[in-house]
C-alpha cells in the first residue's frame, strides 16, 4: 500500500470538508454529561492589570488535565461496538493522547497512542499510567501521525485526529456553551490555536448563539499554521521548531477546522514566546494556577498589548492546558523574572583582597536584593592581579527595584556590566503595549468604530 493510502482519513479529507451544525455540538453536549467536567469560569485578579473584565475558563480542571478531554469522549460514545472492540488509536504531543488513554479505559476500549520521541516526559507518563499502548516515534507530529496510520493500516483500530475529527470538533465546542451560559455578556472570547479543533467548535457555537461576541484565535510566534493558513487562503504548511506551547505546534492545520473557522473568527493572533513565559509566571502568581504555555497563550497576547480593542470589555480567555512538566514551568518562572527585571544579571569587579566579596554582599543587602547567585572569575580578566570579577545574578522586586540596584553599583564599582533588560515600567506594563496583532479575519468585525 503506498504512503498516500496509508495516511488518507476519510474524516478529514481535503476535497470533501465537514460543515460542524450547532445542534450537533448541542447533541455532544448532552450525551458528554457525566463524563467530563463543567469546568468554572471565574473573574481573574489579573483583570485590573490587564485593562480589561477578564475572565478564565478552566480547562486545565480536567481529570486528564486539558479540554481535549471534551472531544475525545464525545468521539468514544459514538463507535460502533465492533470499533470499540478493535480500539482506537491517535498521534499525540500528550493532551490528546492523555485524553484518549483515560477515557478509552474507563470504557472498556483498548487504546495506542503515538507520540514524537521529545514529547513531555510527564505528558508520555501520563499517557502510559492511563492505560494505553505509548509509542515514542519521529521529530515531530507528522512522522508521529504516519506511523500511528501505519498501524492503523494493519490492526483496524479507529485513527482519531485530535484536531480535526468532526465528532471531536463538536466535542470541543461545548466549551463555548458553558462559556455562554457563565458568562451570558461576555464580549470576546480568546482561544488557543494549534490545530484548530477548539476554536472551530467555538466560533459554530458563539457565531449561532451570539454572534456580536468576538472570536479570536491565539497562537505563537513559533507555532502560526493557523494565521499563515488565513493569510493565504489556503491550508499552509509550515516548519516548528521547539516551542514552549508543543500542544499548539501542529504544523499543517486541519482540513475541516479551517473550512469551518475562515468565516467565523474574528482574528489570528501570533504572540512571542517570550510573553508566554512572562503570562504562566502571572498565571501562577496571581491567579493560583498552573498552565503550560499552550494555555497561556490568550494571557500572554493580552499583557502583550496586541487586544487594544478590547480595553475595558467582558473577555474570557479559555486555558486549555495544565500539563507542563516541572522543569519546564521553572524555566519559565525564570524567564519570565528575568524579562520584567525582577532577576538582574551583571558583572562587576571587586578587590580580591580579605573583605572585598563581603562589601559587595554588604551593599546588596543595604539595597534589599537577594542574592540567588555568585560566581568569581579571576584568570580571564583584565586588570592587576588583586582582583576578581564576580558574575552576579540577583532578585529585585521589580523594575524600580532593579534600577535602584544598578545606581548602587555604578557608584561604588567603576567596573561594571549589566546586559540589556528592561527596567522601563511603561515598557514592562500591559497597560504600557500597545502594538496592535495583525487582522487577517475577512471580516475584520473587532476593528470597527463603536
Known amino acids: 500500500m503506498e504512503n498516500k493510502d496509508v495516511d488518507f482519513d476519510p474524516f478529514c479529507d481535503p476535497d470533501n470538508p465537514r460543515t460542524i451544525k450547532y445542534e450537533s455540538i448541542l447533541a455532544a453536549s448532552k450525551r458528554m454529561e457525566g463524563y467530563v467536567l463543567r469546568t468554572p469560569c471565574t473573574r481573574a485578579n489579573m483583570s485590573e492589570m490587564l485593562g480589561m473584565d477578564v475572565y478564565l475558563k478552566q480547562e486545565c480542571m480536567q ?18 461496538e465492533e470499533q470499540k472492540n478493535l480500539g482506537v488509536i491517535t498521534a499525540s504531543m500528550g493532551n490528546q493522547g492523555q485524553a484518549v488513554s483515560y477515557h478509552a479505559t474507563q470504557l472498556g476500549m483498548p487504546s495506542i497512542v503515538v507520540m514524537p520521541v521529545f514529547a513531555p516526559l510527564t505528558k508520555v507518563t501520563k499517557c502510559t499510567g492511563y492505560g494505553a499502548k505509548t509509542i515514542l516515534h519521529g521529530n515531530g507530529m507528522p512522522d508521529a501521525k504516519h506511523h500511528a496510520m501505519l498501524i492503523r493500516s494493519e490492526n483496524g483500530m479507529l485513527y482519531i485526529n485530535g484536531y480535526d475529527h468532526p465528532n471531536i470538533i463538536e466535542g470541543q465546542g461545548t466549551v463555548a456553551l458553558e462559556i455562554l451560559e457563565q458568562v451570558p455578556d461576555v464580549d470576546a472570547i480568546l482561544v488557543p490555536v494549534g490545530g484548530g479543533s477548539l476554536v472551530a467548535g467555538v466560533c459554530v457555537a458563539v457565531k449561532h448563539l451570539k454572534p456580536d461576541t468576538e472570536v479570536y484565535g491565539i497562537e505563537t510566534d513559533k507555532t502560526c499554521s493557523m494565521t499563515e493558513s488565513l493569510r493565504r487562503g489556503e491550508r499552509t504548511k509550515i516548519e516548528i521548531d521547539y516551542s514552549l506551547a508543543d500542544g499548539l505546534a501542529v504544523n499543517l492545520v486541519g482540513v475541516n477546522t479551517f473550512h469551518n473557522i475562515k468565516d467565523k473568527v474574528n482574528k489570528m493572533v501570533a504572540v512571542k514566546e517570550d510573553w508566554v513565559a512572562r503570562a504562566i509566571m502571572h498565571i501562577v502568581e496571581e491567579e493560583r494556577f498552573v498552565v503550560e504555555g499552550a494555555g497561556a497563550v490568550p494571557i500572554a497576547a493580552i499583557m502583550a498589548g496586541l487586544f487594544p480593542n478590547l480595553k475595558g470589555k467582558k473577555v474570557v480567555c479559555v486555558l486549555t492546558g495544565g500539563n507542563v512538566d516541572t522543569t519546564t514551568l521553572a524555566r519559565c518562572l525564570e524567564r519570565g523574572m528575568a524579562a520584567e527585571g525582577r532577576l538582574v544579571k551583571f558583572k562587576v569587579t571587586v578587590s580580591d583582597r580579605p573583605g572585598g566579596m563581603a562589601e559587595l554582599c554588604s551593599l546588596l543587602s543595604r539595597v534589599g536584593v537577594t542574592l540567588r547567585d555568585c ?13 576578581v570579577e564576580m558574575k552576579v545574578i540577583a532578585e529585585t522586586k521589580g523594575s524600580a527595584h532593579a534600577k535602584e540596584l544598578v545606581a548602587q553599583i555604578k557608584k561604588n564599582y567603576k567596573n561594571c ?34
Open 375 to 387: 560566581i568569581p572569575e579571576r584568570a580571564w580578566i583584565h586588570g592587576d592581579v588583586f582582583s
Open 417 to 450: 556590566f549589566f546586559p540589556d533588560f528592561d527596567t522601563d515600567q511603561k515598557k514592562a506594563s500591559c497597560r504600557g503595549a500597545t502594538r496592535k496583532g495583525p487582522c487577517l479575519a475577512p471580516n475584520p468585525t473587532c476593528m470597527r468604530k463603536r
Open 63 to 80: 481529570i486528564t488535565g486539558s479540554f481535549k478531554e471534551r472531544g475525545v469522549v464525545n468521539t468514544l460514545l459514538l463507535l460502533t
